[in-house]
Structure formats: structure tokens, C-alpha cells
């Protein structure tokens, strides 16, 4: 009898080795699904990002319902288009922080930061405006013009303002998109029709660096290139001077990264404040150009950029949204994001 149960027992036990070839081919197992685990979250997490830029869209068009007009850029020290549309996001006791007639930013041009009496909407994380894909830490550090010291919340979905082709690139003046500085257009001026101009593009979080002399890892560009050699116009011409010559149309392969003097990662910085770099967006470079932003002044050549593969997200003015490719034609792309172009054109 105790010979009968010792031999079930070893039939019943496991070898050394049986043990190790089953541990392997759970690590095989492993391996191979988890891709398709990964492929399957980021397909939710890009229906996510699709999702939260319809919802911009539509907020927007909410906004234009109830004042006949999109909200406009109203300084880079001013807010910005997206804290306008916050009672249209859900996010109205957050909207509720925020007078505009209270100055964002305090002290002289050259140093004006953020106004303490807004430090909790200046610092409150809007869900909706941040890419479920983005890897970027959405939170920035500030000083208050009293001292104190804080954070920014950052942003992923910037407003068009046009092409950036000609001097489109300048924010400051009428531009071929549908926001500048005190714009206030309407579905009027849209002469492309409305579903063939981006309203919307998504781009990724700045790294958080300052000064660094270098490209930005690998990925999307997370920094903005400063363009060297540049100074301010003289109102009312638009644009920037280099050598003398206005810049239009420059080719930034000659550019970068000959002209760019130092590196800045506070792209999208902060949802709240109108300036070019934290909350708008131009179509010069196709998605994720190899070519990094470059800023002049505050201004410059945004491209959208994803942790999606292969492309970004667009809205356009009719609110429906579209997954662009890198490869996009560039001359297509330049005519979606113009308002009043005249382009006859065919979404990819």
C-alpha cells in the first residue's frame, strides 16, 4: 500500500524540467500578447484624444451659438481661447475663478508673471485638454508676481491660427486661420467651408528644459528651437526681420538647425494664457516634421505632434476630427489649415 501511494505521488509531481518548460512557454505567451495589450490601449487611448477634441470643437461651436463669434486671442499676456470655452467643457465652476477683466499677467513686459489672485485656475489640470497618450508631466513650474512660487497646467489641443506660410506666422495680425489677436471671427469667414479647415490640432507637452544647446530625445520634439537673428516689426507691416528682410516662407531645413541659438521645452505650457507657444497652433510643418518648433519672440512655426503612431489629431471647424499622417502632402496641408484660401480639396 505505501508503495502503491508513492508511485501516484511521483506520477503526480512535477520534474525540475517539466516546471521550466511550462515557465517558458508562459514567458512566450507573455511576449506575444503583450503587444496586442498594448496596441489595444493606445487604440483606446487615441479614441480618447478623439473624443476630447470633438468635444473642444463642439464647445466651440456652442460659443459661436451663444456670442456669434469664436472666441479670439487677446495678447500673449491675456487668456486664452481655451479658458473662453470652459462653461462648454463641463468645467464651469472652473470658469467661474476666472474675470477677464483681471489681469493674467502682472509687473512690466519684460518679467510680467502670473497674477496670484488666479493661482487656483492657473494651476487646475483640465482633463479634457490633455492627450491621454502624452508621456509630458502636465504640471510646470512658476513664480507669481509676489514671489510665491507654483505650477502651470498644461495643455495638449491647440486653436488653428492658419497656415504660417507668407507671415501667417504672426499672431499679432489678421492671419488665414480661424484665431489671432482680437480676431472674434465667425462661420462667416470661413470661405473654405467648415469641413475643410482645421479648427483644432493636438501637439505633445514640453520637456521642461531651459537653454539646453541639443535636439530633443527621441519621440516627438518636445522642445522649441529659438531662432537666432531675429527682432521685433514695426507695426502695421506683420511679421519678423532678419538681416533687414521680412521672413516669409523661409525654408527651415536651412534654419535648423543653423540659426536656432538655444532650446525652451514650455511648449503648452499653460491652457490659460493666450501666448503663441503654450495655446495655438499654425500647419507650416506636416505632423511630427523632423524639424522641431521654432519660436521667434514667442511666435513661430508650431507643428502638431502625437505619441500616436504614424500621425495627430485634427478637428476641424465642423467638428468632425481627422487622423493626419506624417506623410500628408505639404501643400494639402497648408490649404486645411488656411479659412479663405479658395482650395478645392479632398480630405486624406
Known amino acids: 500500500m505505501t508503495l502503491s501511494n508513492s508511485r501516484v505521488h511521483r506520477r503526480l509531481a512535477f520534474t525540475l524540467i517539466e516546471l521550466l518548460v511550462?515557465?517558458?512557454i508562459i514567458g512566450i505567451m507573455v511576449s506575444l500578447l503583450l503587444p496586442a495589450v498594448q496596441s489595444a490601449r493606445e487604440a483606446a487611448?487615441?479614441?480618447s484624444c478623439s473624443n476630447q477634441l470633438k468635444q473642444i470643437a463642439l464647445a466651440t461651436h456652442n460659443y459661436e451659438s451663444a456670442f456669434k463669434k469664436i472666441p479670439a486671442m487677446t495678447g500673449s499676456s491675456s487668456y486664452s481661447v481655451?479658458?473662453?470655452?470652459l462653461p462648454y467643457i463641463e468645467q464651469a465652476n472652473l470658469?467661474?475663478?476666472?474675470s477677464f477683466e483681471t489681469p493674467l499677467l502682472v509687473g512690466p513686459p519684460w518679467m510680467?508673471?502670473?497674477?496670484?489672485?488666479l493661482k487656483q485656475a492657473v494651476e487646475s489640470v483640465v482633463p479634457t485638454f490633455l492627450c491621454p497618450s502624452d508621456v509630458g508631466d502636465p504640471l510646470f513650474s512658476t513664480t507669481y508676481?509676489?514671489?510665491?512660487t507654483g505650477s502651470t497646467a498644461g495643455i495638449s489641443y491647440m486653436f488653428s491660427y492658419g497656415s504660417g506660410t507668407g507671415t501667417h506666422y504672426d499672431d499679432r495680425y489678421r492671419t488665414d486661420g480661424m484665431v489671432w489677436e482680437n480676431s472674434w471671427a465667425g462661420f462667416r469667414d470661413c470661405l473654405d467651408g467648415?469641413?475643410?479647415t482645421v479648427l483644432l490640432a493636438e501637439t505633445v507637452l514640453g520637456d521642461q528644459t531651459v537653454g539646453?544647446?541639443?535636439a530633443s530625445p527621441s519621440g516627438p520634439h518636445r522642445r522649441i528651437a529659438n531662432w537666432s537673428g531675429t527682432s521685433g516689426n514695426v507695426a502695421p507691416n506683420p511679421g519678423f526681420l532678419e538681416g533687414g528682410t521680412l521672413i516669409s516662407n523661409p525654408d527651415l531645413d536651412l534654419v535648423y538647425p543653423s540659426k536656432i541659438s538655444s532650446y525652451r521645452g514650455d511648449r503648452g505650457a499653460s491652457w490659460i494664457r493666450g501666448v503663441p507657444y503654450a495655446t495655438v497652433i499654425n500647419g507650416y510643418m506636416t505632423p511630427n516634421s523632423r524639424i522641431p518648433d521654432i519660436g521667434m519672440h514667442g511666435r513661430g512655426f508650431y507643428a502638431s505632434r502625437s505619441y500616436h503612431s504614424g500621425g495627430s489629431m485634427h478637428a476641424m471647424l465642423d467638428g468632425s476630427v481627422h487622423f493626419f499622417t506624417d506623410s500628408i502632402d505639404r501643400s494639402l496641408y497648408h490649404a486645411l489649415f488656411t479659412r479663405d484660401g479658395r482650395e478645392v480639396v479632398a480630405l486624406p
Open 22 to 24: 511550462v515557465i517558458a
Open 45 to 47: 487611448r487615441r479614441m
Open 82 to 85: 481655451q479658458a473662453r470655452i
Open 95 to 98: 470658469g467661474e475663478l476666472i
Open 112 to 117: 510680467a508673471r502670473f497674477n496670484p489672485q
Open 145 to 148: 508676481s509676489d514671489g510665491t
Open 194 to 196: 467648415t469641413s475643410q
Open 212 to 214: 539646453l544647446m541639443e
